[in-house]
C-alpha cells in the first residue's frame, strides 16, 4: 500500500462525513397532521401538543389522538378496525387511511409545505 | 489476441459469471439496502493487472451482460444499474491505474466507490427521487472495505500466479 492509496481513504472518509451533514441537516422535521375526509382537508393540527380530536367519517366520529409527536386514531366505527388497529404514526411516508370513513390522516414534513396560499 | 489469452479471457468472464451468480444468492443483508462485497470485481482487477485495460473493459462487460442474461434481468432496472456502475467504475480503475499513483489498493477502492456513484446516479436519473442519494455516504464508506478485501484477494492471486500466465509490468 503506498502513500497515496492511504491519502485516497482519508480524503474519502472525509467525502463521506461532508457528504452526511447536509442530509442530516435536511432530515423533514414532522410537525404537523391533516385529516382529509372525502378528499377535502377538514382538520389540521400540529403534532408538538398532545390533545384529541374528532372528525365526522362517513359511518361517524373518528377520533383521533396526538401523543408526543404521533398521531393514531383512537376510535371509530368500521368494520375491520383497521386504522386503529395501525397505532401510532410519526412517519411522513406512513399515512393511516380509513376506508370505510373515506378518511386520511397524514403527517406533513418541512419540505412538502405550502408556498403561497391564494384565496 | 491470440487464441491463449482469448481462451483465458473466456474462463475469467466465466469465473465472474459464477462469482456473481453465487454472490446473488446470498446477499450480506446489512443496514444499507444494495451494499454488496462485489467479489467479481476479482476478475476486472485480475485482467486489468494481468494483462491491459482494454482487456478489463472485454471482461467486465462480457460478464455484466452474460450474467444478467443467466439471471433473467437483462435490461431491467437491475442490470442499468450494473452497467451504469460497471462502466463508471471501470473509467475510474482505468484513469487510476493508467496515473500510476495508486497500487492496486486505491485502484481497487476507486473502482468500488465509482460503482456506487455511477448505481445511485442511474436510481436519481430513472426514479427521478434523491431518496438514495442518503445512502451515498454510507455505501461510499462501506465500499473502501469491499475494495479494500478485493484488492487483498486480487494481490495475492497475482503475486501467486505470476510467471504462469506470463510476466506483467506494472508494480502491484
Known sequence: MRKA???LIVSIMIACLVLIIPIMQNAPVSKEAVVQVKNKEVLRFSLLENANYAVDGTLGKVSIEVKDGAVRVKQENSPHH???KQGFVDSVNTPIVCLPNETVVRIEGQEDGEDVQIQ | MNTKKGVILAFLIALGIVFQLIESFFPIVMVVPGYKIGIANIVSLFALYAYSPKDMVIVTTGRIFLASLLQGTLFSIAFLLSVSGGLLSMFAMILAYRSKIFSIYGVSILGACFHNVGQVLAITY?????FMQLFLPIL????IVSGLCIALLTRQI????KGKLGLWKTSI
Open chain 1, 5 to 7: 492509496d492511504k491519502i
Open chain 1, 82 to 84: 383497521y386504522c386503529s
Open chain 2, 126 to 130: 430513472i426514479y427521478q427521487q434523491y
Open chain 2, 140 to 143: 461510499l464508506a462501506l465500499s
Open chain 2, 158 to 161: 497475482l503475486l501467486r500466479m
